[in-house]
């Protein structure tokens, strides 16, 4: 798991194994490509990354060793998310979340959250990952209740609520957020314009004013 300091000594001593076979080998090699993309911005080094990665991960040797293989998926999500396929990054977020929640519970709730942020980029226009989003947010509250990602996951399960168009489920989530939440201020504004269409839209005046109070 060591790669970070493997690949300062690939660099020093002019190490080149890109040819090498096997999981390891392929990972490491996917990981230094992955950090010079970070540097360079590239798609093409993004692109050289994820495939070394995706190589890596068919090997038989990422199936016997699921930490690992889980640390190589969420590198694997970042290439994604940096090429905008959001999906494939959302995927490769979510599938490392359960090799990563024992040893490094931490990084397996980043994965989470960043399964979260791919599949709400593309909600609008394919409203099922709008569900699959909400499905995420609610997996990481019970996962990681005390995770500061967790804390924030209840005011975007509303708005994405919202967006699908489920006002009712919208209003009861966002007043069920408790005041030393980070957004609690930004949650009961929508609440207010949630509740304000309600009145829009009531059928009588009498609906109107219970609404009103």
Request: with cysteine; charged share 25%; hydrophobic share 40%.
């Amino acid at each position: 798991g060591h790669h970070s300091a493997a690949i300062q000594l690939m660099t020093k001593y002019e190490v080149t194994i890109e040819q090498a076979p096997g999981f390891y080998m392929q990972w490491l090699v996917g990981q230094q490509k992955f950090a010079e993309a970070e540097k360079t911005k590239a798609e093409a080094d993004y692109r050289a990354a994820q495939k070394l990665l995706r190589d890596a991960l068919a090997s038989p040797e990422a199936e016997k060793d699921l930490l690992s293989a889980s640390e190589c998926r969420y590198t694997l999500g970042w290439c994604n998310y940096r090429l905008k396929s959001h999906v494939a990054a959302g995927t490769s977020f979510q599938e490392a979340v359960g090799g990563l929640r024992g040893p490094n519970p931490s990084k397996a709730a980043e994965a989470a959250w960043m399964a979260f942020v791919s599949y709400q980029a593309i909600a609008n226009e394919q409203p099922r990952y709008g569900l699959r989003a909400i499905e995420v947010l609610e997996d990481l509250k019970r996962d990681f209740p005390n995770h500061a990602y967790a804390q924030k996951a209840d005011y975007f399960i509303a708005k994405l609520q919202q967006s699908r168009g489920s006002t009712s489920s919208s209003i009861r989530q966002l007043q069920a957020i408790d005041p030393a939440d980070p957004n609690y201020v930004s949650a009961r504004l929508d609440l207010c314009n949630l509740l304000r269409r309600q009145i829009d839209q009531a059928p009588s005046d009498d609906e109107k004013r219970e609404l009103a109070q």
